[in-house]
């Protein structure tokens, strides 16, 4: 079984400032991916970013980039230039690389907020 | 781009009554899932259904049932509510292919008195 961990519990940043969310999985998987889900106090699950454990390379989406450190296997976010609409619920989720479905495993999530 | 639709967003029920939750997941998703997220929790998996059939089975209470249906819509019904079944119920849907990224409804927020 996996298991995700969000070490910390709530966060926050000066608007425009950059911010990092940590996160660590265990898994005897080799294979899997990766990934962030932001819930704004509107209580929807947004996909943030995406990263697959077999490339070595970072995901970045926008202001959105992973740091991905698979034999620590730990994968942090990094918010850059923070907005208030970045003020949220942030979880960080493992799924198995397989066809057989692809369930989510979440971790206890990092709540993020954004100051003027 | 069409989402994950839910109905109803709010439900209110009473202690030992029957609830049912419904999804409609994206066109030409496969894949559909149902979470539970109780307050200040991360979502918790419950059922999955691929091609109508079940795929893979979570932490489900057996007085939890849910299906797909023909047009690819998913229902979770619940029984014998108690008070501690109140949380957030979203349901996901995906392609079947490793790794696609799970895209969620607005959930059913449902309140058990």
């Known amino acids: 079984a996996q298991t995700v961990t969000q070490s910390q519990p709530e966060m926050s940043v000066q608007e425009a400032e950059t911010v990092t969310l940590s996160c660590t999985y265990d898994?005897?998987?080799?294979?899997?991916?990766l990934f962030w889900y932001k819930q704004p106090p509107s209580r929807q699950m947004i996909l943030v970013i995406r990263?697959?454990?077999?490339?070595?390379q970072n995901a970045t989406e926008n202001r959105f980039s992973v740091n991905f450190q698979k034999a620590a296997k730990s994968f942090s976010l990094k918010i850059s230039d923070s907005q208030l609409g970045d003020t949220a619920m942030y979880f960080c989720?493992?799924?198995?690389?397989?066809?057989?479905?692809?369930?989510?495993?979440f971790g206890g999530g990092t709540r993020l907020m954004v100051k003027p | 781009a069409a989402g994950v639709i839910q109905s109803p967003r709010h439900l209110i029920k009473e202690k030992r009554e029957t609830a049912t939750l419904k999804c409609y997941p994206i066109p030409r998703h496969d894949t559909v899932y149902w979470y539970q997220q109780g307050p200040g929790q991360d979502p918790q998996f419950l059922i999955s259904?691929?091609?109508?059939?079940?795929?893979d089975k979570g932490s489900i209470p057996d007085r939890f049932s849910a299906q797909q249906f023909s047009d690819y819509h998913s229902e979770l019904n619940m029984s014998s509510l108690e008070l501690g079944d109140s949380a957030l119920y979203f349901c996901?849907?995906?392609?079947?292919?490793?790794?696609?990224?799970?895209?969620f409804g607005n959930g059913t927020r449902l309140t058990v008195t």
């Open positions: 996901a849907s995906s392609f079947r292919q490793g790794g696609s990224p799970l895209h």
């Open positions: 989720a493992f799924m198995k690389r397989n066809n057989a479905g692809n369930m989510l495993t």
């Open positions: 898994t005897s998987e080799n294979n899997y991916y």
């Open positions: 259904f691929y091609e109508k059939m079940q795929s």
């Open positions: 990263q697959e454990a077999y490339k070595q």
